[in-house]
């Protein structure tokens, strides 16, 4: 599947430009964190890469893509996590059964990896009726069990409370140590430091830095992550 | 007021001795009404889903007729039907103007749209919010109708008894297509019509008492099956 490689890529809805001539390369290994302000991109930019939204110009190329079909190899978690109208179980079933697994076959999929992010004592519950975290663990849960090679995450702890993060940040670590590809948005610097490997600077739907953790936090070559690492509002 | 509170006092007694052809003409009103509305939702349903998820040209003037075509008048319904199925129309050979199957097609013809321009606004709006998690995990477009289906069933069944509710309720059409006749087309609707214009006031109470007790029973249905979908699905 990866590496995966951004050329030239924009995003325009009318006369507005989302994302302004990306270029950039994506190794397989580290964990990958979008980092950037609140409307420079980054959503935009991944539901390109997962392959939600069309590019207006510019190319998404998995170099070590196996025959055809991209998507059967990458899940998303998004910031609101979508739970149907079933039990949690069910939910985790309806992605296994999408991606043509047998019925038997999927029920121990599931059940191991809701035991695997602390839910299956509420295997059976319905979905929309669990908490915040216990849902967007669930919505891990329904990815991981997918067995992507690469998975996309949008600001997944977004919406939550400290101690519920925290969960969500260490299944995180689980799914990378599993072997899958983490590529994550966030606007959080502390989450960045803690889960990033690399960093990809947006501001304003263009590129501004890629760099491993270290020397992004220690010398930003931008004037707007310099500004971003400090705090700093220079885009109002 | 005298032969008022005397119509009443006759109605109760026809409803709580299961007057015979009172509970006949109930019997046929819910036959004709039910099957209008199971065809009706066979019909509505997968339509209303797939202009929901579909996307093809002239998609919001279908959405424009469909919803003006819950309004159609059902006398007008009627009047087609019945030109249809009259023994000069195209369908006239089948026979069948004056029974019940053609008040179950007239019935049809009016609730039909409203099942499907319901559904297609309720299955759209989930659409809308599972649009993108679904194709993230790779469902097509048949395969997302029908999840949006199924996640959206105790709505869907709402829109259901809302249909019943207007075949139930309505006489122009069954009147034109059915001919109220006695004993073979004669419905709850056509008969208190009938009645009232006769003079036989406790037989159109009567019917009208069961009317509204099953149009009441139907809403208080829809609203406990909400209430205890929403506790125990979310």
Redesign the interface.
């Known amino acids: 599947m990866l590496p995966l490689e951004l050329h030239e890529l924009s995003y325009a809805v009318g006369d507005t430009q989302i994302i302004r001539g990306i270029s950039a390369r994506i190794e397989a290994g580290p964990r990958t964190v979008i980092l950037g302000p609140n409307g420079a991109g980054k959503s935009v930019l991944m ?1 390109l890469c ?1 392959g ?1 939204l069309k590019p207006t110009a510019g190319r998404i190329i998995w170099h070590g893509a196996r025959n055809g079909d991209v ?2 190899h990458q ?2 978690v ?1 910031q609101r996590p ?5 039990s949690a179980l069910g939910n985790v079933m ?2 296994l059964k ?2 043509g697994k047998s019925r038997s076959e999927c029920e121990l999929r599931a059940m191991d990896v809701l035991e695997v992010v602390g839910l299956a004592q509420h295997a059976s519950r ?4 669990l908490s915040g975290g216990e849902q967007q663990r669930l919505a891990l849960a ?1 990815a991981w069990a ?1 067995g992507p090679d690469v998975l996309f995450l949008d600001e997944p702890t977004a919406n939550l409370d400290p101690s519920a993060a925290q969960d969500i940040e260490s299944i995180i670590n689980a799914i990378h140590a599993s072997g899958t590809k983490i590529i994550m948005t966030t606007h959080n610097l502390g989450q960045a430091r803690r889960l990033g490997d690399e960093i990809l600077f947006l501001s304003n739907g263009r590129l501004k830095e890629h760099a491993p953790i270290d020397r992004f936090f220690r010398e930003p070559a931008s004037t707007e992550a310099a500004a971003f690492i400090k705090g700093e509002l220079p885009w109002q | 007021m005298n032969s008022m509170g005397e119509a009443f006092s006759a109605a109760w007694q026809m409803l709580a001795g299961f007057d015979a052809e009172l509970a006949q003409i109930v019997g046929l009103s819910l036959q004709v009404s039910i099957t209008a509305v199971v065809i009706a939702t066979l019909l509505g349903l997968p339509l209303g889903a797939a202009i929901a998820v579909g996307r093809f040209p002239g998609r919001q003037s279908l959405i424009v007729l469909l919803n003006a075509l819950m309004g159609l008048p059902p006398v007008v319904v009627g009047l087609v039907v019945y030109l249809l199925l009259s023994r000069a129309g195209p369908l006239g050979s089948l026979g069948i103007l004056f029974t019940p199957q053609a008040m179950v097609i007239a019935q049809t013809i009016l609730i039909a749209p409203i099942i499907a321009a319901l559904s297609r606004q309720t299955i759209e709006d989930a659409w809308r919010e599972y649009d993108e998690q679904l194709r993230s995990l790779g469902a097509h477009r048949l395969t997302a109708a029908m999840t949006l289906i199924w996640d959206t069933r105790f709505s869907l069944l709402t829109i259901v008894l809302a249909g019943f509710g207007r075949a139930a309720a309505e006489v122009g059409a069954v009147m034109i297509v059915g001919g109220n006749i006695d004993g073979v087309t004669r419905v709850m609707t056509t008969a208190i019509a009938l009645e009232t214009s006769k003079g036989d006031l406790p037989l159109a109470l009567g019917l009208g008492i069961v009317l509204i007790g099953l149009v009441l029973l139907l809403n208080a249905l829809a609203a406990i099956i909400r209430e205890l979908a929403l506790r125990r699905y979310g």
């Open positions: 539901r997962h939600l998507r059967r899940a998303m998004f979508v739970m149907l109208r079933r309806y992605g999408l991606a319905p979905a929309r009726v329904r997918l």
